[in-house]
């Protein structure tokens, strides 16, 4: 098993620069071929963990990514193998065409000309956004963005995809889209997101992330079936806001 | 949202928009720089380039109507530089009046360099407003870089085009929720202060974005270093336009030395 290990996790603390805590004491490993959700309410710590992950943020020791410390040497490797997906696409997509955007990541790993446009072409029919090379980001609806922000880091064929909230803001069929095409990926993935329902359909096991510290880490269908746990974390309808507190006739609001 | 007031009507069509982005961009800037070398009050000469500018706008097959329209927002900047120079031109005095304790005249001379300021400036922004108009944004950006423009330049331009959408799309955001909350009927002062504020709020927020896309570029294995592909190639018509447009400008600048 030591050998499909792809992260390792040792009492990772890290405090913003205005001295707030944003994560204490997490620990935790992650295999090759898991699919991890981090869950947690807003503000829990779970994009300062991601921006561990491939060292945009300091690590020291604490992160071992496939059981090496991030150091100079390694960080362009690391940064190809582990392919980070931010939650706002118009982050991800900076370039003005999409595929300057798809091809970013092979043009800095050094590929030639044939493999930058093989690479593209081959990430983007993964997504289903084939012939979307000449089209211009900012022309394109949330969903194709949200498609096309993970083409660009799967261009640079990672093994494992973090993704940020990779479903917030799309509509039920978007997001159903979307986690159709993340299920036919090959890879590793490590989801930050308070959609249980793409939690239930895509991971097997979930961390539970409050106030910078990990709550629980067990398998998915564990911790969604523990209502009283996801309650008291925010992450599911409160006590109270119950079938039976609805009015009567009315669908209730917070349904769901 | 979509915004087409960049590069209107550059997916069209026709003999210049096929051109090469760098036939284009150096074909402008010998044009503004032969407008600008003119000499003063050269009226036929620039009547020559006008023609010029216009046969281009004709086969550009761009609406007469839209570049016009598009080149009068200079004029305000110019008059606004260039309006007193006529009353501080030495020369024969067109028309004289007092104003309280103040001689005030306007020489004939001085008018004619403000024609000539008002002349050259709308001729180079035609020249602009042409070739943003026949020519993609990317297609310029990538003939910019192909012509050793600084990276710095040629990327700051880049995420201009990619961000002002997302900017403007914020701040008609920024401006309905304001509305919605009966911006209208406030003191003046007040208004000042909350549109002050909310530059401040887009200021804040495009500069957190930046931090963000730097993350994104760094987990791309981004190093400070741009790679693109060359994807432009010359054309015979390329070859072609660059002799008719540069004999047409020499012979025109020689003109000049005629009057």
């Known amino acids: 098993m030591f050998m499909d290990e792809v992260i390792r996790i040792e009492n990772l603390s890290y405090a913003y620069p205005d001295g707030r805590r944003a994560l204490t004491d997490i620990s935790l490993v992650i295999n090759r071929g898991e699919s991890v959700a981090f869950i947690g309410p807003n503000g829990a710590g779970k994009s300062t963990l991601f921006l561990h992950l491939n060292g945009i943020l300091p690590t020291e020791d604490a992160v071992r990514v496939f059981t090496r410390a991030i150091d100079e040497k390694n960080i362009r490797e690391i940064r190809r193998r582990i392919g980070l997906v931010f939650q706002d696409p118009d982050d991800q997509l900076f370039s003005p065409t999409v595929f300057d955007d798809v091809a970013f990541g092979p043009l800095n790993l050094g590929y030639s000309e044939a493999e930058v446009r093989q690479s593209v072409a081959s990430a983007l029919e993964k997504v289903g956004m084939s012939g979307y090379e000449p089209r211009l980001s900012h022309h394109l609806s949330l969903g194709e963005k949200k498609r096309i922000a993970i083409a660009t880091v799967l261009s640079m064929s990672p093994e494992v995809i973090v993704m940020d909230e990779p479903t917030s803001n799309l509509d039920p069929g978007g997001k159903w889209r979307l986690i159709e095409i993340l299920q036919k990926l090959p890879v590793t993935r490590i989801i930050a997101t308070h959609d249980l329902e793409l939690v239930a359909a895509l991971c097997q096991r979930v961390v539970l992330l409050d106030g910078g510290r990990i709550v629980a880490d067990a398998p998915a269908d564990r911790i969604l079936g523990d209502r009283s746990l996801l309650e008291s974390h925010s992450l599911s309808r409160p006590a109270g806001f119950n079938e039976a507190s609805s009015l009567p006739g009315r669908m209730s609001p917070f349904q769901g | ?259």
């Open chain 2, 1 to 259: 949202m979509k915004h087409g007031f960049l590069d209107k009507y550059s997916e069209r069509d026709s003999l210049i928009h096929r051109l090469d982005p760098r036939t284009k961009f150096v074909a402008v800037f010998f044009f503004i720089l032969a407008v600008t070398l003119t000499a003063p009050a050269a009226w036929p000469v620039f009547a020559v380039y006008f023609i010029l500018i216009a046969t281009q706008v004709f086969l550009s097959r761009v609406p007469i109507l839209y570049i016009f329209k598009r080149s009068l927002v200079i004029i305000p900047f110019v008059v606004l530089v260039a309006v007193f120079v006529p009353f501080f031109t030495q020369g024969q005095v067109a028309v004289g009046f007092r104003i309280g304790p103040w001689d005030v005249s306007v020489t004939y001379h001085g008018l004619q360099v403000l024609g000539t300021i008002l002349a050259k400036s709308w001729l180079s922004i035609l020249a602009l407003i042409l070739l943003t108009s026949t020519t993609r944004m990317t297609d310029l950006l990538r003939g910019l870089e192909r012509l050793r423009l600084p990276r710095v330049m040629v990327i700051i331009l880049s995420f201009m085009y990619r961000y002002i959408f997302v900017m403007v799309d914020e701040v008609l955001r920024m401006k309905r929720a304001r509305d919605s909350r009966n911006f209208g009927s406030g003191r003046r002062l007040w208004q000042i202060k909350t549109i002050g504020r909310m530059a401040g709020t887009l200021f804040i927020r495009s500069y957190e974005r930046g931090e963000r896309v730097y993350a994104a570029m760094l987990s791309r294995g981004y190093d400070g270093q741009s790679r693109t592909l060359n994807e432009l190639s010359f054309a015979r018509s390329d070859v072609l336009f660059c002799l008719v447009f540069g004999v047409a400008i020499i012979s025109t600048g020689i003109l000049t030395f005629l009057f």
